[in-house]
């Protein structure tokens, strides 16, 4: 398995209030990414970095941040937890980010908004 | 906008049996295809991918069929077994944005009965 560690694995946390996920990777790889698990929808793309301070906004970004200050550590922060926000994230990393480049996935997050 | 459809939604087959699952996406430009096999709990995994430039690639039990003037690419397990139960993912993404982003169908169950 890639060396990819989300923290937390599981979260229950009360509407309004800041959340942060973790993704640390041990294999260098220049790009990382967040995802979002929700039945019906598939993965979709939340936000993704391309190098250590380097981000930019996936197909839903709205009510989401990230960071990334290393190049082995991501962090997604929901600013003010919804509802609509439970769900399970998944963060991935890839080598050269272009095509035909496997992404490799972290074993998610499960959050619950309360 | 779901660009990339996914059918069907889930799939009973018997061991032994071929499983098909479908997709169809809407933008030309993607020009990388790869399906993600998921078990519960865990990660998606790179199962196998394609590029238009061909029509079917097989790898093992797992092939690929892809329909350029269609825009349509289906996912055939031959001899399924009941280690295949899982979730599969097709996907897609660009060439020319050359960050490694892709767009997830919405996912198929599928259940391989002894």
């Keep these: 398995d890639a060396g990819i560690t989300q923290s937390p694995r599981h ?3 009360e509407t309004g209030t800041p959340v942060t996920l973790r993704c640390h990777q041990t294999e260098n790889h220049r790009y990382m990414y967040w995802y979002r698990q929700d039945p019906g ?4 793309l939340i936000h993704y970095s391309y190098g250590v301070k380097d981000t930019d906004k996936g197909e839903v970004s709205d009510g989401y941040s990230v960071s990334r200050s290393k190049t082995e550590d991501f962090l997604l922060t929901l600013e003010s937890a919804t509802s609509s926000q439970t769900s399970v994230y998944f963060c ?3 080598e050269l980010g272009g095509p ?15 | 906008q779901q660009q ?24 030309t430009a993607f020009d990388y295809f ?6 519960p709990g865990k990660g998606p995994a790179l199962l196998i991918a ?15 069929s892809f329909n350029k003037s269609a825009k349509q ?18 996907a897609a993404s660009k060439d020319s944005s050359n960050t490694g982003k892709l767009i997830f169908g919405q996912g198929t169950t599928l259940q391989v009965k002894p």
């Excluded at chain 1, 929808?41 to 979709?44: A, M, T, Y």
């Excluded at chain 1, 035909?100 to 908004?113: I, K, Y």
């Excluded at chain 2, 790869?34 to 078990?39: A, D, S, V």
Aim: aromatic residues 12%; charged residues 20%.
């Design chain 2, 4 to 27: 990339v459809k996914q059918s069907p939604q889930s799939l009973i087959v018997q061991k032994g049996g071929i499983s098909i699952i479908n997709c169809a996406y809407e933008n």
């Design chain 1, 41 to 44: 929808h598939g993965l979709r």
């Design chain 2, 34 to 39: 790869p399906w993600y096999q998921q078990f």
């Design chain 1, 100 to 114: 035909n480049t496997e992404a490799f996935f972290g074993q998610g997050t499960r959050l619950t908004v309360v």
């Design chain 1, 92 to 94: 991935a990393i890839s």
């Design chain 1, 11 to 13: 979260k229950v946390t």
């Design chain 2, 73 to 90: 690419f289906s996912l055939h397990i031959m001899d399924s077994q009941p280690g295949d139960s899982a979730t599969y993912f097709c």
């Design chain 2, 50 to 64: 394609i590029r238009p430039d061909v029509s079917e690639k097989k790898e093992g039990r797992f092939t690929i």
